[in-house]
């Protein structure tokens, strides 16, 4: 079955620069998503059609996709974003899917 | 505000059932196709069901096909899963989200154990 493929985890300090990535074949074809989860919380999104920003969300979260790659860039990393990301798009079915969820650690 | 909450988990023991509500309030709840999302303990997120603005139209992940119905009741911007024959694997956390083209908004999620 199709899957987006994501780090189990990236680790950073504070103020550099975090890049996560998320792989899938139909990535080229379909617009990537990124959402933010905090333990206990709902997700948030934080990217949609592959690098805009939702009102609300800061600066420093941006996105691209080139090819089978989509990649999610925390530019001066805080604390407060420490949190488990996970991409989502759909396969050529138009069936949902998401990345297996990457571990972010600002410390 | 978008405001979503999920209602209704709990401990069930194999092959039973449960219901859960997601009720929706801050938007026009029958402008939008909703969806279920389910996180299994450590695991990420999976899609489970999909229902469109009128119920008419829903979409099943193929795991709980045939075992679990989203409804909706527009007239009480409710939202509803209907989890029958209940497996061990079933068990997580469930979000009900808004959608988009995607999903845009999501409410806490209720647990949902299946143990005997």
């Known amino acids: 079955s199709y899957e987006l493929t994501q780090p189990p985890s990236v680790s950073v300090s504070p103020g550099q620069t975090a890049t996560i990535t998320c792989s899938g074949d139909a990535l080229p074809k379909k617009y990537a998503y990124w959402y933010q989860q905090k333990s206990g919380q709902a997700p948030l999104l934080v990217i949609y059609e592959d690098n805009k920003r939702p009102s609300g969300i800061p600066e420093r979260f941006s996105g691209s996709s080139t090819g089978t790659m989509a990649t999610l860039t925390l530019s001066g990393a805080q604390v407060e974003d420490e949190a488990d990301y996970f991409c989502y798009s759909t396969d050529n079915s138009n069936y949902p899917r998401f990345g297996g969820g990457t571990r972010l650690t600002v410390l | 505000e978008v405001h979503l909450e999920v209602s209704g988990g709990g401990l069930v023991q194999p092959g039973g059932s449960l219901r859960l509500s997601c009720a929706a309030s801050g938007f026009t709840f029958n402008d939008y196709w909703m969806t279920w999302v389910r996180q299994s303990p450590g695991k990420g997120l999976q899609w489970v069901a999909t229902?469109?603005?009128?119920?008419?139209?829903?979409f099943y992940e193929s795991s709980v096909r045939g075992r679990f119905t989203v409804s909706r009741d527009n007239a009480e911007k409710t939202l509803y899963l209907q989890m029958d024959s209940l497996r061990v694997e079933d068990s997580g956390e469930y979000f009900c989200a808004r959608l988009s083209g995607y999903p845009d908004y999501w409410g806490r999620g209720a647990p949902v154990t299946v143990s005997s």
């Open positions: 229902i469109e603005r009128d119920g008419n139209e829903k």
